[in-house]
Structure formats: C-alpha cells, structure tokens
C-alpha cells in the first residue's frame, strides 16, 4: 500500500514538473503575466510531493518489506536499523530517487525564498529546473522504479554491501547528492536569466549564495568521503583518483571557480558569459558524474546498476541538457553585456588567474577519466591511475595555492606591483622558511610533498593578512568566510603535503606476544579473540601501543564475516594523537598462529579533513554574512520609500 | 565610448589568447603525463603474445588459478599465478595484505611491474566489491568465470 502511495506521489510530482515547465514557458510570454503567480506555489508542491515520496521509500525499508524487490534485493530483517533507513539510498534506484528529491527541493526551495532575482528570470529559473527534473523522472518512471512489487515475497531479504554498512552511509551520500544537485540551482540560474537577458550584477548577487549553499555540501561531502575510504578500506590513502572520486571532484572544481568568478560578477561586472559558462559547466560535470557512477561502466562500490539501457538513458538526458544549454548559450552570448574591464594587476586578473588554473585542473581530470572509458569503447585497453593525476595536476594546484597568497592581499580594478611585493613579503619569507627547514631536517622529500609543506604556511599567513589592521568587530563576516576557508585550503595542503613526506608504513606477521616497532611507536600484540556483531562476527587483535614513555593505549583491527551476504571485510583501528594517526589493519592469520599487521603512522593526516571541513565553515560564513548583507540593504532601500 | 568599448574588447582577446595558452599547455602537460604514467592493461595473453612491458608501471588481470597461491616464510609476501582463457600464465609476487575477496579461483587486477624474468611484482592488488567480481577488462572479450575456473 506504501509502495503505490510512494509511487503515485512519485507520478504526481512528475506531472507538477510538466506543469512548471509549461506554466513557467508561458507565463513569460507577454501578456501572461497572471501566469506567473502559479509558478512558485507549483514548484513548492513538487517538492513536498517528491519529498512524501522518498519518505515512503525510507519507511518501507525501515519496515523491510520484502514485497518490494528494491527492498528485497537490498535490504535484510536483521540489519541494524541505521542501514535499514540509510540503505533507502545505498542502491541504485533509491539513489536515484534522492537525486531527483534533491533537485526538487532545491527548486522549491528557490521558489520559496528566492527574492531578489527579477521575477521574469524566477520563472526561468523554475522553469529550467523542472525541465531537469522531468528528464530525471522519466529516467526513475521508466527505467528504475524503487517501487516495483515482488512476486512471490521472498522470506528474507539479500541484505546490503557489507562495505556500505558503517555510518557514513547515512550522511556521506545525502550532502554529496545537496551539492551536487544542489549546483542544478546554478544551472537553472544560468539558464533563466540567457533566456530573460538578465545577466548582470544583480543576477550574480541572487545566484551567489545558491551556489555558495550547494559548493558547502560539496566540500563536506568530499571531506566525508575522504575519510569513509580511508578508514573502510583499509589501504591508508585518503583519495585514489578512483573515477567515481573525480566523479565529485570535477563539479567542486567548476563551482570553486564558478564562487570566484561570480564575485566578480557582481562586485564589478565583468566576467558575464564567463561567470554563466561556468554555471553551465559545473552542474554538466554533476551530470556527468552521474552518469559515470551510475551507468555500470566502472566497476565500483558506487556503481550499482549493471543494465545497459540505463546508462544509455542517462547518457541520452545529458547530452540534451548539455546541449541544450550550450546552444541557448551560443545563441545569446551576443546578447549578454560585455563586463567592465580592469588592470593586469588587480584583484579581477587574480581572479582570473584563479579560474584559469582551476578550469584547467578540471581539464586534466576530466581526460584523465573519461579518456580511458573513451578508449575502451574502441577497444583498446588502457587505464590512467594516481601517478597521471599526481604529475599533471600537482604542479598546477601547488601554482593555484601560490596564487591564492596573493590574491586575496590584491585592490579591486587596479593595484600597485611595488605595494603588493610589499605585502607578499612575509608569507613568502616564511615559505622560503619553511622550505629551508624541511631540506635540512627531511632530506629526500619528493618535491611535491616538499613544495606543499613550504607553501601552506605561506598560504595560511596570506589567508589572515586581509584583516590585518582591520577592526575585527566591523569586519564583515563574509570577508571571514574567506579567510577561514582559504586557511583551512592552507591546513588541508599540508596534511596531504605531510602524509605523503612523512608517513610510515611497517608491515609484519606477528604473534601474540610478539612486540613491533612501527615508526616512533612500540607496539605489544596481546591476542586476537572472537567478536559477535548484530549481523557480524569478527576476529578482532588487541594490540597496545605507546610512544616514548607516553600513555599506553589499545587498538582493535577487526577481521569481519557479515552473514548475508556473506562477505568478509576489514575494520581498522585508528588512533588520533594530536600529531598524527596510527592506523592499522589486520589481515589473515596463518597456520602458524600468526597474524598479518598492516601499520601506518601518518603525521598531520587529520589536517586534511580538518581542512576540507575549515574550508566548509568557511563557506558557511559566507554564506551568513552575504544573507545579512542582504537584508540590510533591503531594508535600507525600503526606508526612504 | 568606441576605445573603452576597443579596450574592453582587446581585453576579452587577451583573456582569451591567455586561456587558449592555459588549456594548451595543460593538454600538453595531460598528453605527456598521460603517456608516460597511464597503465596499461595487460592480460597473460597478451603477454604472451607482445613480449613484457618493461619500461613502465602496468595493470594484469586474469584469474587466480586453483592451488597457486602460496605464502612466504615471512608471513606477508604472497606468490600466485594469474591465468586466462589461453594456457598463458603470469607469475605474481605480493607484499601486503590482500583485499578482502581475494581468493583462488577468482578474478584480480593488480598494478606493479614485470621484472626482466617474467614474474610480475605487484604493487597493489585491486579491491572488487563483491564474490561475483569479474575484471570488466575481461568480461568485456567475453571471458565468463566458469570459462577460466580450472
């Protein structure tokens, strides 16, 4: 019964969409204009309706109702409850279905709150975004329906990814799906205003803090998914250039770039086909993205669907809407005004310079992931792996950190080459400093890791310069959102740069008793003993390790045998110390009763997701202080009216 | 009005000579790390048939044959032998600890280097997510599990 419920909701938002699109195209005709009225309150409607319905799914997963075959082939009676409600998402229809959720609350959000974009443009707006969704629904409708009923019910479920069962499940994949579809919003934005010919600094204010929302979830859910690998896996790296990692890299880079290019936009109005291009772009990499972790062509804990019409579907919908943008771009580019000009040396070119080496970052993930997808088509084996990315890509974000000391120290329209030398002094004595330092003390330290680890601190001064000599009370506080965030670009930098100077690696078969030395770390292997799980049962070894005479502490790495399926999988241990992580993971014992140990030390790893989430909060700020900014200026205009 | 408007569209030109630059020198930069870093995917047929890659980091895949698998003295180094659906064969060394579902019988992918005798040190065995896993490089020329389970 909920399952017909969930899935006429599911049809009903569906036709909501249609009607947005053809209520929102014709109310812009002239002379509709009691049309645009209903827009608003339709868009709203859709995305109560979706959101019902994928509250129906999660309720029929909590209940694990197994005359549903998406709950059936996924789910399981026993499973803790956590990944009964989270794995509603942990397959490809339910994800899909939250995809398109995403995209129709973002748009009735945009209906609800939206004040300041001319209402012409609103309607286009809403009207774009409901013609994304439509596609989405027809892909959901037609090609993956999370409600289709089994039968005859099966009496037990086929339970979920054991490798999917671990908290992050419920929070890495809704605030990657905020902003990655939340960047649709910026797509729309973009959409509506070449259909309305309203590009300009007052477009750029109302798209801004939309952008600004979805780019937070973004960075958090990278962040978070991050660390979900580092810890699940087992392997100790942090980010692999695994396709379904670029999958979500490529929008954060396009949306980075589009928050740089968009200030610029409306502080001083240039940047426009730019600034709309790059709105484009980036929910065209989401697409993409999509499509890649989505169509079954990689092979991933990510890719769930295995039948090839739907990946040709989604293939389909996104060169429509890629196309489709493109075209209406090339067709009113001209239209578009050109922006104000400005000196080579100014806050404007560093923006630039910023949007230039992030779009060509882009670039180089973009080959470097759909190039052997590409070549494989053809026929021709080839795979591209972490020693590309690290070549190509290093280099140039080490430039962009470089960059960014400046940047934010430089005058909007023009500035002084002697004065900003004048005020890049000290970050860059201190990154010749550190560089210096790290020679003499790590000799051998490759020179990527070598040149990040000297140019973070000089970021991370650079990143708090703006408010020298400012009164900090007075200081607005988006200005701090972009201090806290290009600091915690600064932090993060050096963790990576850290991990991969400094960190040890030891790996052992030891026995009970036996006493390894891991980097600074004396460790005592106390025993392995059996553990029962709720659906799980594990061997787990219980090795106490300290540093120096420092406290002694326990570390548990588990070996676990989930019971249906039934999948062995590894659990590490981790201990945070303020330096740094000791990490370990245990792999097979032996007939001779010994046990393999796999330990990392990895100095100031955690700064990196300390980092991604500085550079979040950061955004958080922003966003608040460009909301105030907001208001007040409103309310300053309403008062001498 | 006409030379701001001039300016303004040198400007754009600049910009745009400027990103045509940017892009060019990052393709070139991609092509060159591309060719040099990109690993191929060699399966032991085609080893067999091309001679060893020698000069560069690949990727083999195949499937673990039954009774190959043995653990060294040390505990932590493993040798297996990768076979496909040829009688070709690819000897593996491993230090780590392997993933999960790794086992004889079953599909892997592994990344390292051949060395000049023909054995393949690995550098890393690549994780598959479920029992079922087959490497889609092989799949794809048609090769099934129940082909190459010997």
Sequence with gaps: ?641 | MTIRRMKAKTQRLILLGLALVAVGGAILLGMSAMRDQASFFYAPADVARQGLPLDRAVRIGGMVRRGSLHRQPDGVTINFVVGDETPATINVTYRGITPDLFREGSGVIAEGRFQPNGAFVASEILAKHDENYMPPELTRRGIHQTDVVR
Excluded: C
């Design chain 1, 1 to 641: 019964m909920i399952a017909e419920a969930g899935l006429a909701l599911l049809w009903l938002a569906a036709s909501l969409s249609l009607l947005q699109l053809v209520l929102g195209a014709a109310a812009l005709r002239p002379g509709n204009d009691a049309l645009l009225r209903v827009v608003r309150p339709v868009a709203v409607a859709q995305g109560v309706l979706i959101g019902l319905s994928f509250l129906a799914l999660i309720w029929l997963f909590l209940r694990t109702d197994l005359s549903v075959k998406l709950v059936a082939q996924n789910s399981h009676s026993l499973k803790p409850w956590l990944y009964k409600f989270a794995g509603a998402w942990g397959n490809h229809e339910g994800s899909m279905l939250l995809w398109v959720t995403v995209l129709a609350v973002a748009g009735a959000g945009v209906a609800l709150f939206e004040k300041r974009l001319r209402q012409d443009s609103l309607i286009a707006t809403l009207a774009a975004q409901a013609a994304i969704g439509l596609g989405f629904y027809a892909y959901i409708l037609l090609a993956s329906n999370p409600f289709d009923r089994l039968f005859p019910v099966p009496l037990e479920g086929n339970g979920l990814n054991p490798l999917l069962q671990d908290p992050g499940l419920a929070f890495h994949p809704p605030t990657l799906y905020f902003g990655y579809v939340g960047i649709s919003i910026a797509f729309s934005f973009a959409v509506g205003a070449l259909v309305t010919r309203d590009v300009g600094p007052a477009f750029a204010r109302a798209m801004r803090p939309w952008v600004l929302a979805a780019w937070i979830f973004l960075t958090l859910g990278i962040t978070a998914g991050s660390y979900w690998a580092y810890y699940e896996l087992g392997w100790g790296g942090w980010w692999f250039w695994d396709p379904v990692e670029n999958a979500s890299l490529m929008p954060w880079l396009a949306a980075t770039a589009l928050l740089h290019s968009v200030t610029v936009l409306a502080t001083r109005a240039g940047l426009r086909a730019w600034t709309i291009m790059l709105a484009v772009v980036a929910f065209s990499m989401s697409m993409i993205g999509t499509f890649l972790v989505r169509s079954g062509i990689l092979t991933s804990v990510h890719a769930f669907a295995v039948d090839p019409t739907r990946g040709a579907f989604i293939l389909v919908l996104l060169a429509f809407y890629i196309g489709g943008a493109l075209t209406l771009f090339g067709l009113r580019v001209r239209y578009v005004k050109e922006g104000s000009t400005f000196e080579i040396v100014s806050r404007e070119a560093s923006l630039v310079i910023n949007n230039l080496f992030l779009s060509v970052i882009l670039g180089l993930v973009f080959i470097g992931t759909l190039y052997p997808l590409v070549t494989q088509a053809l026929g021709h084996e080839i795979s591209v792996g972490p020693p590309y990315f690290n070549t190509a890509i290093g280099p140039i974000a080490l430039a962009l950190a470089a960059v960014m000391t400046i940047g934010p120290m430089m005058r909007w329209r023009r500035d002084e080459l002697r004065a900003l030398a004048g005020r890049v002094a000290i970050p860059a004595l201190l990154s010749a400093a550190a560089l210096l330092l790290v020679v003499l003390l790590a000799p051998g330290t490759g020179w990527l890791p070598l040149l990040g680890l000297a140019i973070a601190p000089g970021v991370a001064v650079a990143s708090i310069a703006p408010l020298w000599r400012r009164n900090l009370r007075r200081t607005p506080l988006f200005l701090y959102g972009m201090v806290v965030a290009h600091l915690g670009i600064a932090v993060a930098l050096f963790g990576m740069a850290s991990d991969s100077a400094f960190t040890r690696e030891t790996l052992i078969a030891a026995r009970p008793g036996q006493i390894i030395e891991a980097g600074p770390f004396h460790i005592r292997f106390l025993g392995v003993e059996p553990v029962p799980g709720p659906n799980w049962t594990a061997v787990e070894a219980r090795l106490e390790a300290r540093r120096g005479d420092g406290a002694p502490f326990l570390l548990t790495p588990q070996a676990r045998l989930f019971d249906s399926p039934p999948t062995p999988t590894s659990e590490t241990s981790i201990q945070t110390l303020w330096d740094g992580q000791l990490y370990v993971a245990i792999g097979e014992g032996d007939d001779q009763g010994r046990w393999q140990l796999r330990f990392w030390w990895k100095p100031f790893v955690t700064l990196i997701w300390g980092g991604g989430v500085m550079v979040a909060f950061g955004g958080l700020l922003a966003l608040i202080g460009r909301l105030m900014r907001e208001r007040r200026f409103k309310r300053e205009e309403e008062v001498p009216a």
